[in-house]
């Protein structure tokens, strides 16, 4: 019986651990595999490449419609970074700011069902630590997320 706990402890950790380097794996990856991941569904993928059309990361010029529509094939699978990256988009020109629809989609994103940006976050994804540092900082979230610069910081 002991053994059985044991194996099913160890698959747990390297479960944990494939999770936990995911952002780390696509901030470390070349534009063609995350593309590749992208084309393939990976929410993940979608929501990270949609991000990198935003800020025009890994060579790409920043257009917020290529960040629009692979945000929202990420959304479309409830994944926390397609969210994100969708109210993020309406933070900012040109979609936004649309306070509204930025509220909506951080929230989607931080209070994704299975808390997976938490537990990310607290296994220092990068991705993932990023995505809180911005949430906390977003003055319009108010009452459900206070704005906290030092949480952020923290995060950051």
């Not at 994944?79 to 929230?107: A, I, N, Q, S």
């Amino acid at each position: 019986m002991r053994n059985y706990y044991l194996h099913i402890l160890s698959i747990f950790l390297v479960y944990q651990v494939l999770i936990g380097n995911q952002g780390s794996k696509w901030v470390h990856s070349d534009l063609l595999d995350l593309e590749r991941a992208a084309d393939e569904g990976d929410a993940y993928a979608l929501g990270y490449l949609a991000l990198c059309h935003a800020h025009g990361d890994k060579g790409l010029k920043v257009s917020a419609t290529e960040a629009q529509f692979f945000a929202d094939r990420s959304a479309l699978q409830d994944h926390w970074l397609g969210h994100f990256v969708l109210g993020y988009l309406h933070y900012h020109p040109p979609l936004g700011p649309d306070k509204k629809v930025t509220m909506k989609r951080y929230l989607q994103a931080f209070r994704d069902p299975d808390g997976s940006l938490i537990k990310l976050a607290a296994q220092n994804d990068p991705v993932a630590q990023f995505v809180l540092g911005e949430i906390f900082t977003a003055e319009n979230l108010n009452p459900y997320v206070q704005t906290d610069l030092s949480l952020a910081s923290q995060y950051y």
